[in-house]
């Protein structure tokens, strides 16, 4: 069955650095996405992706985070100048209609 | 702005019995998700409405839609230890991103 693959599983990294969390959407789909889920807490939208370009981002996705589909395959979430409670999972998710797929998630420690 | 509560929010529940799990939405919705979350994993789907009065079973899950009372419900019928994990629901408004209720988080003891 095919998956939303996630890289790297797991980063540290210290405050104010910048970080790229990776994800490769199942090939024939058109909308990106990602969300973030703060531990023990409920999983939010960040930003929707379609045709190359940013379709609607959510009140957290603020200047300090992009998003950009380099080659065609990958999907990257760069946030700029990492803060702590940009410390959570973030999930990267596709879909080509009704059902999306989540990938397995990137659990970010800013430290 | 679209709001999902779920209730409740934390349920222990011994296995053989019967439960329901409660999702409100504020706002007109086309569809509505509810996922499955073990801890530290990620969100597994376990069900789509896209109607009202839709109904969904797979196993000792039901869920249904009732898009006038934007309610929907997730019934756990003899629940069994394998059961136990986070239970999200989801709405989405349109193409772009879901919002999620708080989660249920499931205890099912022997």
């Known amino acids: 069955e095919p998956e939303v693959t996630q890289t790297p599983s797991h980063q540290v990294t210290q405050m104010g650095q910048e970080v790229i969390l990776r994800c490769v959407p199942i090939s024939n789909h058109l909308y990106f996405y990602w969300y973030r889920q703060i531990l023990g807490q409920k999983v939010e939208f960040l930003v929707s992706f379609y045709n190359n370009e940013i379709s609607e981002k959510s009140e957290i996705f603020d200047d300090q985070f992009s998003v950009e589909r380099p080659d065609g395959s990958n999907f990257t979430l760069k946030i700029r100048s990492t803060k702590l409670e940009d410390s959570a999972m973030y999930f990267c998710a596709s879909n080509q209609g009704v059902i999306g797929t989540f990938g397995s998630g990137t659990r970010l420690t800013v430290v | 702005e679209l709001k999902v509560e779920q209730n409740p929010l934390f349920l222990s529940m011994q296995e053989g019995k019967n439960y329901t799990i409660y999702c409100n939405y504020s706002t007109t919705s086309d569809r509505l998700y509810w996922y499955r979350q073990d801890p530290g994993k990620s969100l597994e789907s376990l069900f789509v409405?896209?109607?009202?009065?839709a109904v969904k079973q797979e196993g000792r899950l039901m869920a249904s839609l009732d898009t006038k009372a934007r309610l929907s419900t997730l019934h756990i019928t003899a629940a069994v230890h394998d059961l136990s994990a986070t239970y999200f629901c989801a709405v989405d408004m349109s193409a772009d991103g879901l919002t999620f209720g708080k989660g249920t988080h499931l205890i099912i003891q022997p």
């Open positions: 409405l896209l109607s009202n009065g």
